[in-house]
């Protein structure tokens, strides 16, 4: 493995602008729980794997849907054990190394999600690597109620600056196995540059999670119509950074994932979490539950589409 570049911070050192100050990263695009329930317990609809849209959304219904004629043969992994099976996603990792170290060297399956170019990621992929933890990229997309935001995808790119700006971006981490949206609820409304996103992810056969911080998310449409390997997010685990809230989200968790067989929940390297994390993945195991990486719990297609304009038809809203 190599080392690190000399050039790089070293780990002590204080280098985000935020270092990292984490109300000003997802927080703005978090919805209250209040609003989040409706969408988390909603049951599956079918075995497209629909995403879990409140009832005043736009999307297409139910029944529109399964007129779609979808050539591809969609596909759920479905668990050895039958147990339940829960993906834990660790965001915005990339600017404090040391907390990233103890997640990935917890002995769990964890999926960690890191911001490009921020002063750790090159390091946090490789603990991912040593550790055998999955690694995507946590790419940053426009918001809709911040002014400012780091470098990454926005609604005002046309298609040769976005294309030129995401590869930029997927080609800084080559060890990534899918992507997710950090922010982003701006950008992933936007149906045209989502689909833009899911052509580059085919040519690279990279899955798609959906961090859902926008009900009107065209995310899951658009990688059903590129029949790229998707899932969403069920569970934000830490909007209140105590412990005790932490933890009531868990049980938010178990629920959801014994009612529908498997659950995504999306957490961020707070202290908080961690020490949250450290009592409650043994707790999942010893209590039945299946901890796996998200990569195992996806909606995946037999074939892939070879038909750009059959995509471009193909579930829009």
Not at 23 to 37: C, D, F, G, I, W
Not at 38 to 65: F, G, K, N, R
Not at 138 to 166: C, V, Y
Not at 171 to 186: C, F, L, Q, T
Request: proline share 8%; charged share 25%.
């Amino acid at each position: 493995m190599s080392s690190c570049s000399p050039k790089e911070p070293k780990p002590s050192q204080s280098t985000s602008p935020y270092e990292f100050d984490y109300e000003h990263s997802h927080q703005a695009e978090y919805k209250p729980q209040t609003e989040l329930k409706q969408e988390q317990y909603a049951p599956p609809t079918t075995a497209v794997s629909l995403p879990l849209i409140p009832s005043d959304s736009q999307a297409p219904s139910h029944s529109e849907e399964l007129n779609v004629d979808i050539t591809p043969t969609p596909f759920k992994q479905e668990s050895d054990s039958g147990k339940p099976r829960i993906a834990i996603v660790i965001d915005d990792l990339g600017y404090n190394y040391r907390n990233a170290e103890t997640i990935a060297e917890l002995p769990y399956a964890l999926t960690l999600a890191v911001i490009p170019e921020t002063p750790y990621a090159k390091q946090v992929a490789a603990l991912a690597e040593k550790q055998q933890q999955e690694l995507i990229l946590h790419i940053p997309m426009e918001p809709l109620n911040r002014p400012k935001w780091e470098d990454g995808l926005s609604t005002h790119m046309q298609r040769a600056e976005f294309d030129s700006e995401l590869k930029n971006l997927l080609d800084s981490e080559p060890r990534i196995v899918g992507v997710n949206n950090h922010g982003g609820s701006k950008l992933t409304a936007d149906r045209t540059r989502m689909e833009w996103l899911m052509e580059e992810l085919a040519t690279r056969d990279l899955y798609f999670l959906d961090s859902r911080t926008n009900a009107q998310s065209q995310g899951i449409y658009a990688a059903q119509a590129h029949y790229i390997a998707h899932n969403q997010r069920d569970v934000f685990l830490d909007n209140q950074q105590e412990e005790q809230a932490i933890s009531e989200q868990f049980q938010l968790l178990r629920s959801i994932a014994k009612r529908h067989g498997q659950a995504v929940a999306i957490g961020h390297p707070h202290d908080a979490t961690l020490a949250v994390l450290q009592q409650e993945l043994p707790a999942l195991e010893a209590e039945g539950f299946e901890l796996v990486f998200c990569s195992e719990l996806l909606t995946r297609y037999t074939t892939k589409n070879t038909d750009p304009q059959q995509a471009k038809n193909t579930l829009s809203p």
